[in-house]
Nanobody, 124 residues
Framework: QVQLVESGGGLVQAGGSLRLSCVASGRTFSRYTMVWFRQAPGKERELVATISQSGGNTYYADSVKGRFTISRDNVVNTVYLQMNSLKPEDTAVYYC?????????????????WGQGTQVTVSS
């Protein structure tokens, strides 16, 4: 079992930056691949970025590649999402999720562990 709590969302102008954090409870954080999803109003939840258990491997959706950076600190049980050059289309609720699987599922229904979400709003 792992519990996840996100923070760091807010309102920012286009071109600005935000850093999201997701703190996990428990002593097994390093056993989980961590994933950021987002869900915009009226749209399906989409995968944004993933990071492997050790942090050595990452993946980004094409829409955020080159602008977002996912990282993790297994000492403090936290995964981060640094978001730069934000665009209005990045506006969404951002969720972190955890999976013990090495091959990361792309569909939200495959995940059992979710945070409550944090709102990111980018104004034009």
């Amino acid at each position: 079992q792992v519990q996840l709590v996100e923070s760091g969302g807010g309102l920012v102008q286009a071109g600005g930056s935000l850093r999201l954090s997701c703190v996990a409870s428990g002593r097994t954080f390093s056993r989980y691949t961590m994933v950021w999803f987002r869900q915009a109003p009226g749209k399906e939840r989409e995968l944004v970025a993933t990071i492997s258990q050790s942090g050595g491997n990452t993946y980004y959706a094409d829409s955020v590649k080159g602008r977002f950076t996912i990282s993790r600190d297994n000492v403090v049980n936290t995964v981060y999402l640094q978001m730069n050059s934000l665009k209005p289309e990045d506006t969404a609720v951002y969720y972190c999720a955890a999976t013990p699987r090495v091959v990361v599922p792309a569909t939200p229904k495959e995940y059992n562990y979710w945070g409550q979400g944090t709102q990111v709003t980018v104004s034009s």
